[in-house]
């Protein structure tokens, strides 16, 4: 039974080009979190996406910054234009239903992005 | 809306003595309580939770944690630690209401074990 899958677990990007961070949930989660982690900092909610669906996105940067969790693929995670201040581990989370039953949100391994 | 504070950003114990990290929340009703720990590069994995209950909570690799609401604590203990739990911890609140709520995290304790 897979986890929740992140792909690519490293990243490199220079600045001024595209990030684009996948997460596949765990098999019959419908629901997907992305949370950053800067260096030295906790992990800080950024997205809460169902199928289809944003849900909330109140810790999302205004410009930028994007997600999607399309009916059928992975949910992804869009960076336009990175600049240095993006480079920090991205997590994917999912759970099978709205999160209030936080013994079912599992985290995946993370994404690390590094802008040079 | 719900915040959590971990007071020590490092601590520096001895293999073999007691641990003890603190986590303070922040929260108008009864909240949903965790506890992760992250190694270097890794994922993170849930150590614990509280959701209701016993207010002792029991967790993986000999963690464990008491909800004090008196004094809106989750403290993390261990009788006797490994070198192996060297890592970041981070302690969680969750809304115990409905809506889109994520996890709320502190901003972690770095863990060092001296042999």
């Known amino acids: 039974n897979a986890g929740v899958m992140q792909n690519p677990r490293h990243l490199v990007r220079r600045r001024g080009q595209e990030a684009r961070l996948r997460c596949s949930p765990m098999?019959?989660?419908?629901?997907v979190y992305w949370y950053r982690q800067l260096p030295e900092e906790g992990l800080k909610f950024m997205v809460y996406l169902q199928k289809e669906n944003i849900i909330d996105e109140s810790g999302m940067p205004k410009e930028r910054f994007s997600a999607e969790f399309p009916k059928e693929g992975p949910s992804i995670l869009r960076i336009q234009q990175v600049v240095r201040g993006d480079s920090a581990a991205y997590f994917c989370?999912?759970?099978?239903?709205?999160?209030?039953?936080?013994?079912?949100?599992?985290f995946g391994e993370g994404s690390w992005l590094t802008v040079v | 809306a719900q915040s959590v504070t971990q007071p020590d950003i490092h601590i520096t114990v001895s293999e073999g003595a007691s641990l003890e990290l603190r986590c303070n929340y922040s929260y108008g009703a009864t909240p949903y309580l965790f506890w992760y720990v992250q190694s270097p590069g890794q994922g993170l994995q849930l150590l614990l939770k509280?959701?209701?209950?016993?207010?002792l909570v029991q967790g993986i690799k000999g963690f464990e944690a008491e909800f004090k609401r008196s004094q809106s604590s989750f403290n993390l203990r261990k009788p006797s630690v490994h070198w192996s739990d060297a890592a970041e911890y981070f302690c969680a609140v969750a809304a115990s209401g409905g809506g889109a709520d994520g996890l709320t995290f502190g901003k972690g304790t770095h863990l060092i074990i001296q042999p």
């Open positions: 098999k019959g989660h419908s629901h």
């Open positions: 989370a999912s759970s099978p239903m709205q999160g209030t039953t936080g013994n079912t949100i599992y």
């Open positions: 509280y959701f209701s209950g016993d207010t």
